[in-house]
């Protein structure tokens, strides 16, 4: 490369980061209070009283017909439901299974106290729909290494109670004892 050449680049080299830093130092600088606009001032953010969350319990089942209405659905539509859906984790080893009662004037309490205890985790004065099955149910254990085999119970009632508003189901199991 000749001797003016090279004195070219270097020039237009030396322009090149002159004008770069000269970009960043007007970039930089902050702007005068005369060049300030002023903004609106911000309005404090909404406070809302505190409101416990609600959330979906249970696991969506029977289509609410009467929205609206509690229950949200009519006894023979729940009874229908039971006896075409299978209960969640019970096997039905006999074909014959029938609904012996349908019961959409319970509550929290009173569930609690037809369950000998078990709780549903919603209020006592929550509506709830109590289903009975009668059949030959089955569950299995959890698996263990030891055997390999499960160890699996059967029933002979089976039940499920469903969310009297939503139509969720809340619970199901099954039962050997008799119902009160």
């Known amino acids: 490369m000749s001797r003016p050449r090279i004195i070219s680049v270097i020039s237009i080299l030396a322009a090149l980061v002159c ?7 007007c970039a930089s600088k902050k702007p005068s209070t ?21 959330q979906a319990r249970g696991l969506t089942a029977i ?6 209405q509690v229950p949200a ?11 075409t859906h299978p209960i969640p984790n019970l096997v039905m080893i ?7 009662k349908v019961d959409c004037g319970q509550t929290e309490k009173s569930v609690s106290s ?4 078990k709780e549903t985790g919603l209020p006592d004065g929550t509506r709830l729909c109590y289903v009975e099955l009668q059949g030959r149910f089955a569950i299995s254990g959890p698996r263990s290494v030891s055997k390999p085999p499960r160890a699996t119970s ?17 619970l199901s ?8």
């Open 173 to 180: 199991g099954g039962f050997t004892h008799p119902v009160l």
């Open 34 to 54: 005369s060049a300030r606009v002023a903004l609106p001032p911000q309005a404090p953010p909404a406070s809302y009283p505190p409101i416990a969350r609600q």
């Open 94 to 100: 006999d074909i014959k299974t029938r609904v012996i």
């Open 19 to 25: 004008s770069v830093l000269t970009w960043q130092s």
């Open 73 to 83: 659905f009519t006894t023979e539509e729940l009874g229908r439901f039971a006896e």
């Open 154 to 170: 059967i029933f002979n009632t089976a039940f499920e109670v469903f969310d009297a508003n939503t139509g969720n189901l809340l």
């Open 114 to 117: 037809l369950l000998r205890g």
């Open 63 to 68: 289509p609410a017909s009467r929205p609206g």
